[in-house]
């Protein structure tokens, strides 16, 4: 298994918006948790998991729940810190997604990859597939639950302890608030979001950082 990666840093725009550290501080956890039970798991079965650079069967047709500051997330990293054909390539997907919220693509899939990878959601980081690739239009949950390994489940609680105080919610609330799928019940399908806004926004910080206005 890969070693243990820094925490992504932005310094700039962390100092602008004071949600985005919290965000990527509760990635950053999230993705150590998920590489240590990978590790025990890829142990125990005497292989590591299938997934592989290039493999994108779970971005195709698959609902994929955020929260509020997971799509900030999103929002942020697509105008902010794509550039050139990868940008122009999710901007015509997203273009092509508004206003179909059953399209079957991630509008973030360009090529066959991931083009928001360092922002992507909690559920793409945990989920895992053993045994061999998924096929297009296989049902895991019916055909193999046993090869689904949903990686980092026991960071929930701390994960939360970053992720629900952004909400305005108070230290001494967090726990039972967690307790009562706090976070889920303000959670949406990826498909389901704005994606007219995004474009907007893209194409407002795409203005503000041109050479004319540097």
């Not at 590790?39 to 079965?45: D, K, V």
């Not at 929002?75 to 999710?90: C, D, I, K, P, S």
């Not at 092509?96 to 928001?116: K, M």
Request: charged share 20%; proline share 6%; glycine share 8%.
């Amino acid at each position: 298994m890969s070693q243990a990666s820094a925490r992504l840093r932005y310094p700039e725009h962390e100092a602008r918006h004071p949600w985005l550290a919290k965000l990527l501080d509760a990635y950053q956890l999230c993705d150590e948790a998920a590489r240590a039970d990978l590790a025990r798991e890829s142990a125990r079965r005497g292989a590591p998991p299938a997934c592989m650079r290039g493999c994108h069967v779970c971005c195709v047709g698959q609902v994929v729940p955020v929260s509020a500051f997971e799509a900030l997330g999103l929002w942020w990293f697509a105008a902010e810190q794509l550039e050139g054909e990868t940008r122009a390539h999710v901007r015509a997907n997203l273009s092509g997604h508004a206003g179909h919220e059953h399209a079957q693509a991630c509008p973030f899939l360009v090529l066959g990859a991931c083009a928001v990878y360092q922002a992507r959601p909690f559920t793409c980081r945990q989920h895992h597939v053993f045994g061999r690739p998924c096929r297009p239009g296989e049902n895991l949950r019916e055909d193999r639950p046993g090869d689904i390994v949903n990686a980092g489940q026991d960071a929930a609680r701390a994960l939360a302890g970053l992720v629900i105080p952004l909400y305005g919610v108070a230290e001494a609330d967090v726990d039972w608030r967690f307790e009562s799928g706090y976070v889920q019940s303000r959670s949406r399908d990826l498909h389901s979001l704005p994606f007219e806004n995004l474009i907007h926004h893209m194409d407002a910080a795409a203005r503000r950082n041109s050479p004319r206005h540097a």
